[in-house]
């Protein structure tokens, strides 16, 4: 079963407290649901795994390790099933799991996951501290600096943009268009 947006919501704020983690999930919701048109996916379900990507993440902090291991029964609270699961196991390949993203949604998690912090960060050091006139050229700059968004692993993106088939450039551009709508949502 797919939970609806306000099952899930209900469910992102019962284990996460931190705004600026409810942004990051409203971020990769918005990213999630964007990429799913592009691909003539299923813009609800895609978003709702994006919603729900880092469900245990408060849990974790501390051992980080673990992350992604608490989802699956707190997602089964909402009736979630093995593949969404699946889903949001994924992102944390090579990082806090095994399970390896197999199909064109887990895919696209695992390299916007990342991706959408360095976009967000690159916005808000802006002038504008806006999404509306950045462009790739600027986040490729930001890339280059391994000080700006320390936190964000560049490999994990670049490995990803591979994974979806898709030149890096695009994926960085498909992203900056998913999160101008939000850009208030997301505390910009």
Known sequence: MIPTRE????????????????????AV???????????????DLWGIVGLLHDID????????ERHCHLAPDMLR???????????????????CTDVEPSN??????FTIDELTGLIITAGLVRPSKSLADLEVKSVKKKWKDKAFARGVNREIIKQGA??????????INETILALRPVEKLIGM
């Open 77 to 95: 609270e909402i009736g979630a099933d093995d593949s969404l699961i699946h889903a949001v196991q994924s992102h944390g390949w090579g990082i």
């Open 57 to 64: 993440w408060e849990q974790t902090t501390t051992t980080p």
């Open 7 to 26: 099952q899930a919501l209900e469910l992102l704020r019962k284990y996460n407290k931190e705004e600026s983690h409810i942004h990051h999930a409203y």
């Open 104 to 109: 064109n949604l887990e895919r696209t998690l």
């Open 29 to 43: 919701e918005a990213t999630m649901r964007h990429f799913a048109e592009l691909f003539h996916e299923d813009p």
């Open 162 to 171: 591979e994974k979806m088939n898709m030149p890096l450039d695009d994926v």
